[in-house]
Nanobody, 121 residues
Framework: QLQASGGGLVQAGGSLRLSCAASGRTFTGYVMGWFRQAPGKEREFVAAVSWSDNSPYYADSALGRFTISRANAKNTMYLQMNRLKPEDTAVYYC????????????????WGQGTLVTVSS
């Protein structure tokens, strides 16, 4: 089970940290990612991290502003989002899939519920 939290309302230029708590299974050998879906748009990849070696992966839109990390002891993943823009407004989801080399896809196996991020201008 994946549980996302940390969304909210923030002004443009502000920051938020999202959390994703994993439970019920071990995710060794998995990659865990963050995705977002804005109203009227398709769900898109934002960032991911390998649970085995901590390698990060970012969408171009996240590079330089977002940082993904994990705390294995807590079985938790984070997304630190800085310099937020109104176009970052979306429901953010966390998800997991077996790390088979394919990361920047929405074809993940396990999904948490979303957390809403709203960035006002």
């Amino acid at each position: 089970q994946l549980q996302a939290s940390g969304g909210g309302l923030v002004q443009a230029g502000g920051s938020l940290r999202l959390s994703c708590a994993a439970s019920g299974r071990t995710f060794t050998g998995y990659v865990m990612g963050w995705f977002r879906q804005a109203p009227g748009k398709e769900r898109e990849f934002v960032a991911a991290v390998s649970w085995s070696d901590n390698s990060p992966y970012y969408a171009d839109s996240a590079l330089g502003r977002f940082t993904i990390s994990r705390a294995n002891a807590k079985n938790t993943m984070y997304l630190q989002m800085n310099r937020l823009k109104p176009e970052d407004t979306a429901v953010y989801y966390c998800a997991a899939r077996v790390h088979d080399g394919l990361v920047k896809t929405t074809r993940y196996d396990y999904w948490g519920q979303g957390t809403l991020v709203t960035v006002s201008s």
